[in-house]
C-alpha cells in the first residue's frame, strides 16, 4: 500500500479500510467546492459502540503505517460518533442511530457523492 497522493486518493484508500472491517453505508461526499474545512468527508456506521471504535481503530492504523496522522480526532469517549480529520479528509464514523439523528447527508445533499461502490465488497 502506497502513501496516497491526493486527497481522492486517501478517500478510496479509508473506504477499503472502512469496509474491510465491515462498516455499513459507506458515502463519500465531495465538499471542497461548498466549504473550506476540507474536498471530502466519508461517513460510514458501525453496528455498536465497540464497532464504530473498532472501524476508527483501524484507519487510524492503517493510515499511520502510511506515516499520514490526523490532525484531530473527536469522540472515543462516547463512541457515538467518532470524527478523524486528515486535513483534505474528514472521517465520520456513526453508530446507526446517531447518524440517523444527525442526517449528515442531508445536510450536505448539494454536495456531490463520489462513487466508490467498485471499491466495496460484497456481503
Not at 449528515?104 to 465488497?121: F, N, Q, Y
Amino acid at each position: 500500500m502506497n502513501k496516497p497522493n491526493s486527497s481522492e486518493e486517501l478517500v478510496r484508500e479509508i473506504v477499503k479500510i472502512l469496509d474491510s472491517k465491515k462498516a455499513l453505508d459507506i458515502t463519500a461526499i465531495q465538499i471542497k467546492d461548498l466549504s473550506t474545512i476540507g474536498d471530502y468527508f466519508v461517513v460510514a456506521s458501525g453496528n455498536s459502540g465497540a464497532q464504530v471504535k473498532a472501524l476508527a481503530e483501524e484507519v487510524d492504523e492503517k493510515l499511520s503505517a502510511l506515516g499520514i496522522q490526523p490532525k484531530r480526532v473527536e469522540g472515543y469517549q462516547t463512541c457515538l460518533w467518532i470524527l478523524m480529520d486528515y486535513y483534505d479528509v474528514i472521517v465520520h464514523i456513526f453508530n446507526k442511530e446517531t447518524r440517523e439523528f444527525y442526517g449528515l447527508e442531508r445536510l450536505w445533499s448539494d454536495a456531490p457523492k463520489m462513487d466508490v461502490s467498485h471499491l466495496l465488497t460484497e456481503d
